[in-house]
């Protein structure tokens, strides 16, 4: 019996210093700790210490999903004033769907954090993706609680809106139809793409890609076809337009 209080104790202070660590890595310290454990504990650990008032990250999922729905939508109002309402809640899906959360919720190590019951251990539940997704909105909700909105926003600020500056969700952004719509609605001219540059073996091919406004160069992209280059050339373009529309 000693030696099984030994271990569980032992074990507590293990899980203990993994989330201290964790709150250092991130730069954020959790007011509420027990928040930050409530969200990487699944049920099958609940069900497995009934003992002890354990709770599992259900709930704090839930809210996580509508807190990181909201702050990625003002981030998109904000930063993609041409966008229509149809094109922001497609880039939004594609930024809060699964496949992008397991991505982020690998980058920070989550799944070392979380709290499994045995059986779910063994059948490899640290690395489902919907398991990993879950805790990420979990987490956020968790933060959401105890830090506020504005912390989630510094969070997502360093963790998802670089992805999303850098290009990461282009291929469902049609950047090219939003120029058209611009210069159109402006009467400022004629938009011209050509390609600069093709480099590469046929396998793995690189395109450069200029636009032009009567002339003008605005943008240039690169991509891995020549749509791509011409997607990135065109939101080089449009950042350019806004910018000097807010001279």
Known sequence: MRRKGKEKEMNNRAIENQFKDFQEKIGIHFENEKLLKQAFTHSSYVNEHRRKPYEDNERLEFLGDAVLELTVSQFLFKKYQMMSEGE???????????????????ELSFGQLILLGKGEEMTGGRERPALLADVFEAFIGALYLDKGLEQVIE???KIVFPKINEGAFSHVMDFKSQLQELVQRDGTGVIEYRVLLEKGPAHN???????????????????????????????????????????
């Open 88 to 106: 922001l809640t497609k880039l939004r899906a594609a930024i809060v769907c699964e496949p992008s959360l397991v991505t982020l919720a690998n």
């Open 205 to 247: 091919k690189e395109f450069v890609s200029r636009v032009s406004l009567n002339g003008e160069e605005l943008g240039v992209g690169t991509g891995r076809s020549k749509k791509e280059a011409e997607q990135h050339a065109a939101q080089q373009a449009l950042e350019v337009l806004k910018a000097k529309t807010t001279l």
């Open 155 to 157: 969070f997502l600020d």
